[in-house]
């Protein structure tokens, strides 16, 4: 079995761009000693944004806010506080295990965050096609509290085996409107499992009217 992720890169030395393509294979099927490994080097950088933030603090009660200082240390505990966030994603993915997939079928997992980097759960995750049209035949999931979710497709039956269009993820929030489309088109592979981390644009602002049998059978509202 195959798992689809992002290129490598250093996680330590990263920009927050640079982490949210850092997901790996090798991440993504990490044993128990490389998660350990990766949620310890958060830790390290963990206690160096507390630090950000006491000298953060510190400054702007000697010097006040609009003190340069003051928002240059600010801006370092920004990007720290984006750089942990990220970390803790790529901890999550070494640590969700690999659901089993049928030879013919594939896996879509992965959570979805906010822009500030914060799980949002009782999102429906679904596929369309170039004319948004729902791919019903791949069923929809929605986000747990850890933003996590997983569309499993068991493959089609022996005969009704056809070419797939080309797909795209989208989102709906609970009110049921669309608030996330992939720039990307996704194309499983036989066997395979993908993992994405989706971080939603600022303000979460609507894109348009979700596909009727979205809006008919696939909205979380009632979740609790």
Known sequence: MNTNTASSTDISQASPAQLNAAITTALGTADAGGSQSIHNLT???SARLSQLKRTAATL???YGASD???KAAEAAVAAGTARVARMAAVHQ???T???PVSATGWALQGRVFNSMLQPVQHLTVFLVDDTKTFQKEYG???TDSTGYFLINFAGSAPGNQTSPPQLYIEIVNASG???YISAEIFAPAAGSTTYLNITLPAGEKPIGNPPPAIRGG???GSME
Do not use: R
Request: glycine share 0%; no cysteine; net charge positive.
């Open 43 to 45: 830790l390290i950088h």
């Open 60 to 62: 702007k009660q000697q």
């Open 68 to 70: 340069p200082n003051v």
């Open 93 to 95: 993915q070494a640590a």
């Open 97 to 99: 295990p690999v659901p």
């Open 140 to 142: 929809f999931a929605y």
């Open 177 to 179: 409107k669309p608030i």
């Open 218 to 220: 696939a909205i979380p």
